[in-house]
């Protein structure tokens, strides 16, 4: 598809480059994005401020603790004696549950149904096969294992489900280049290179709620986003949109967010502070209930005031999905995570490590005070080291009855490890050998048992989110993908037809073994 056409000179000129330029708003486009920024404003600041339901920290907070901990984030340390150690046993359990998911075939299933709500089978097995061809063309098996770590390392996952063209240049060279400006032209059109349906990931810090106190996403008020991407990748998308030549280069805070107290910890946005440029701040605005839709690029609104939402959500449902891990309250939009369940429990034994750690270095290198009148190096400590005119009688241990690390303290430490265990899944969940003595068959057989009842939840929290999604997505693939997508002459009688999308997926054909299973679509 070609929307433009355009020639290229080799060298540009001053005059040719390109201007943004200055776009004045109507008095009621200025109203209504005033209004939409004011929503969004309000929204922000609700959420980011403390809150009981994440033990008092901000929202923020809580998803840079969440991030923090789920990656066994060793802190610096504070004094030279310190030892940053760090078990990683939240990253361990987290990744148990991830490969849990991973295991599971989580493709939807899909029925169609008449009037009479009699079941068409067949039609319904050719729309499952049109989720396949889509999901293998957004990548979607690796798209599913980031949603689900989201999901466990947040507590919530939101997920923008669309159909997203995308347009670059396509330039056909006239001549050769021989190492001369002149020897060479070409041509310059804008061709569309890909439109697919994609599944989007947006940082749990970009999407505003419209009420923190609502659980269920589908009764939002309005949900916003707020993106950054690159000038060019922002470019492809948006420059058939007929306001683009307005778009500034230089990134815009519309929000003012890198202003707010709280906003250092936006972590898409610290780069606001830095001489990153050619950036675009991407906010999106959906309201369902006034059927409204709002894009705007660097401060530039690229749709009209209320423009239909249907036009980019053909259900008429909020194209961003949530979905909660482990629920917090009825009356609260957000969840909880994994790593949140039993930070405590975690930071509690990394510290009784680094006490026992500090403890065995202690005797081992015992502090020393030295009497003998000279000043001596702690090297004289160290094997094989020879120290000439010191007296031995004159060193004495400060502490003279330091020990290691004793049975009782480890016996603590394998109280708060089993802890920890009781809080997510056991060792032998995780594939690791059982311990201790005399461990049968028959309980390491309960042990699963448990194992799955604890992650029972965390299966039905992905299974809901793969449901919503495949659910948005037909909408979708009606929409677009039996729409003609060219016209030309068909094969038979050489009358122009329109051209329809074929796909073909892998088959099991009865008798005939694997094979490859054809749809086109036709007029007729």
């Not at 994609?198 to 659980?215: A, S």
């Not at 230089?250 to 990153?276: C, R, W």
């Not at 609104?301 to 917090?328: A, D, N, R």
Request: glycine letters at 6%; proline letters at 5%.
């Amino acid at each position: 598809m070609d929307i433009e056409k355009q020639q290229t000179s080799p060298v540009p000129s001053e005059q040719k480059m390109e201007t943004i330029k200055v776009l004045e708003y109507s008095e009621f486009e200025k109203k209504y994005w005033s209004k939409v920024q004011q929503r969004i404003w309000n929204a922000l600041f609700e959420r980011d401020r403390p809150h009981d339901e994440f033990d008092g920290m901000t929202y923020l907070q809580r998803c840079e603790d969440n991030r923090k901990g789920s990656n066994t984030y060793v802190e610096p340390k504070k004094n030279k004696e310190d030892t940053n150690y760090a078990s990683g046993m939240g990253r361990q359990k987290l990744f148990t549950y991830v490969s849990a998911l991973a295991n599971l075939d989580l493709f939807p299933d899909i029925g169609a149904f008449n009037q009479d709500d009699a079941e068409i089978v067949e039609l319904g097995e050719s729309m499952q096969d049109f989720h396949w061809k889509a999901a293998e063309l957004d990548n979607d098996d690796e798209k599913k294992i980031l949603r689900q770590y989201t999901m466990l390392e947040q507590g919530e996952v939101f997920v923008h489900e669309g159909y997203e063209e995308q347009f670059s240049k396509e330039k056909n060279v006239t001549g050769l280049f021989t190492g001369k400006f002149d020897s060479v032209s070409w041509t310059t059109r804008l061709k569309k290179t890909k439109a697919k349906c994609t599944r989007t990931i947006i940082p749990n810090e970009q999407v505003i709620l419209g009420d923190i106190r609502i659980f269920d996403n589908e009764r939002q008020p309005f949900i916003a986003t707020i993106e950054i991407r690159s000038y060019p990748e922002t470019k492809a998308i948006y420059q058939k949109y007929e306001r683009w030549e307005y778009v500034p280069r230089e990134v815009t805070d519309t929000l003012n967010i890198s202003g707010n107290a709280s906003g250092s910890l936006y972590s898409p946005f610290h780069f606001l502070k830095t001489t990153q440029k050619e950036d675009c701040e991407i906010v999106k605005y959906y309201d369902k209930w006034n059927n409204e839709y709002m894009v705007a690029v660097n401060g530039i609104m690229l749709v009209p005031p209320e423009f239909p939402m249907t036009v980019i959500s053909p259900s008429g449902e909020y194209p961003i999905v949530k979905q909660v891990g482990e629920v917090i309250s009825a009356n609260f939009a957000y969840g909880k995570s994994v790593w949140a369940r039993m930070r405590n429990n975690v930071a509690l034994y990394d510290e009784a490590s680094r006490m026992m750690i500090l403890k065995w270095q202690k005797s081992v290198v015992p502090p020393m005070a030295n009497n003998t009148g000279k000043l001596l190096s702690s090297r004289v400590l160290m094997p094989g080291k020879m120290t000439m005119n010191v007296d031995p009688t004159r060193l004495q241990r400060i502490d003279p009855e330091g020990q290691g690390p004793t049975n009782a303290e480890f016996e603590v430490l394998r109280m708060m490890q089993e802890s920890i265990n009781r809080n997510s899944l056991d060792p032998v969940a995780s594939g690791q050998n059982p311990t201790g003595a005399a461990v049968t068959a028959t309980q390491i057989l309960e042990v699963q048992r448990q194992a799955k009842m604890i992650i029972g939840l965390n299966v039905f929290a992905a299974s809901m989110l793969e449901q919503k999604l495949a659910w948005l997505r037909t909408y979708d693939i009606l929409e677009h993908w039996f729409k003609p997508d060219g016209y030309g002459p068909g094969a038979e009688d050489g009358d122009f037809i329109n051209r329809y999308r074929s796909i073909s997926v892998p088959k099991k054909f009865e008798g005939e073994g694997m094979g490859r299973q054809v749809y086109r679509l036709t007029d007729t």
